[in-house]
């Protein structure tokens, strides 16, 4: 049974830029979130996915949008990249309605680097 | 709004020796806590998960944790540490609603001295 898988590994993206994440969710479950863990910090909430919608939303700009497939994979998207957009990006699949808690399971990571 | 404060950026115990990583949290509603486990360039592991059954939690390679409301208090324990688990931990808080978005802490480096 496959896990959360991400694409790519690592990116390296200059100031400006626009850059695609993608997340394959575990197996069964229909719900992506997204996260950004900056060096030496702990993951904040970017956004959730559940039925091709965003569901929720946390403290990040427009810059960052998503969009979540038939299929339940997901992409985030970032544009006009910034120095500080320089992190490593989380997905965590889940089940809605699994249980009283829907627990999240997180792929490893895209390391992305802005010059 | 939700909020966790993890006390000690880095700790540093013998091989043998208690594993005690603290953990506060803040929450207007009942909270979903967890301990998540990462090692180095690779995703986070949960360990363990208290959802609102009994107090003491049992998780993964031999680490507890206990709820405690009156202290909003949420640390990790293992009693006798082992090389394999220097990483970097991390504690969080869920309200359990709606998108159910895990707010983390800031991490603490657990470092195993031979």
């Known amino acids: 049974d496959a896990g959360v898988t991400q694409s790519p590994t690592h990116l390296i993206k200059t100031r400006g830029q626009q850059v695609t994440l993608r997340c394959s969710p575990k197996s069964g479950h229909d719900t992506v979130s997204w996260y950004q863990q900056a060096l030496g910090q702990g993951p904040q909430f970017i956004f959730q996915y559940y039925e091709e919608e965003e569901r929720q939303r946390g403290n990040f700009p427009d810059r960052f949008s998503g969009h979540q497939f038939p299929n339940y994979s997901s992409e985030l998207n970032v544009n006009a990249l910034l120095l500080g957009d320089s992190a490593l990006y989380l997905c965590?699949?889940?089940?809605?309605?699994?249980?009283?808690?829907?627990?999240?399971?997180f792929g490893p990571g895209t390391r992305l680097t802005v010059l | 709004a939700q909020s966790v404060t993890q006390l000690g950026s880095h700790v540093s115990v013998s091989e043998g020796a208690l594993v005690l990583l603290r953990c506060n949290y803040s929450s207007s509603v009942p909270p979903y806590l967890f301990w998540y486990v990462q090692y180095p360039n690779q995703g986070l592991q949960l360990l363990l998960k208290y959802t609102s059954a009994a107090t003491l939690v049992k998780g993964i390679n031999g680490f507890e944790a206990e709820f405690k409301k009156s202290e909003t208090s949420f640390h990790l324990t293992k009693p006798s540490a082992h090389m394999s688990d220097a990483a970097e931990y991390f504690c969080a808080v869920s309200d359990g609603r709606g998108a159910q978005k895990l707010v983390f802490g800031q991490g603490t480096r657990l470092t195993i001295n031979p």
């Open positions: 965590a699949s889940s089940l809605q309605g699994a249980s009283s808690y829907n627990e999240q399971f």
